[in-house]
């Protein structure tokens, strides 16, 4: 028997195992601990705002869906509010970060994207669309927010974190 067909065939599961690691993994443009200590100048430690049935509730208005977890980590100081959040965007998960400055976004950004499309999110002319905005009546936001070809589900994903960081950081100050 020749071993190596065999030897040649566990090498290549091997590496597209390690290929569809790195696809599940997503592209990671930041840390979620960088990203944190870039806001604050150094890592606080962290808040947790429970999600309490009256919030899931909230909060599934927002999504959609129900919040995946009973409890969200947040960074604040005095006025200012740092929220790492994920969403499904077509079929994976999208990790963003929102930072909130007197009830509106500062700023946005992607930190890990791991749809096969729809990147395109994380540039900063689609996020600069979200400085300043706030909720409006309805828990939306204030303003439109432009698409983009391709990325539409994405677009939306980005749409309902900002939403939701916003809600959040408002009963996180109550």
Do not use: C
Not at 43 to 55: C, E, Y
Not at 126 to 140: D, N, T
Not at 155 to 162: C, G, I, K, Q
Request: proline fraction near 4%; aromatic fraction near 10%.
């Amino acid at each position: 028997m020749n071993w190596r067909p065999r030897r040649s065939l566990a090498l290549l599961t091997l590496a597209l195992g390690a290929v569809a690691a790195g696809f599940v993994r997503g592209e990671v443009y930041q840390e979620p601990d960088a990203f944190v200590a870039e806001v604050f100048g150094s890592k606080p430690a962290p808040k947790v705002l429970w999600l309490t049935q009256g919030i899931q509730t909230q909060a599934a208005a927002i999504l959609g869906h129900l919040p995946a977890q009973l409890r969200q980590r947040y960074w604040s100081d005095s006025h200012r509010s740092a929220w790492i959040l994920e969403e499904i965007g077509k079929e994976e998960l999208i990790t963003a970060g929102f930072v909130v400055v007197d009830g509106r976004i500062d700023h946005v950004r992607v930190l890990v994207y791991r749809e096969s499309r729809g990147q395109e999110v994380r540039y900063p002319s689609f996020l600069r669309q979200f400085k300043e905005a706030k909720l409006a009546p309805g828990e939306r936001l204030d303003r439109e927010i432009d698409g983009i070809a391709g990325a539409t589900l994405s677009v939306a994903a980005m749409e309902r974190m900002a939403r939701l960081a916003l809600f959040f950081d408002r009963i996180s100050r109550q």
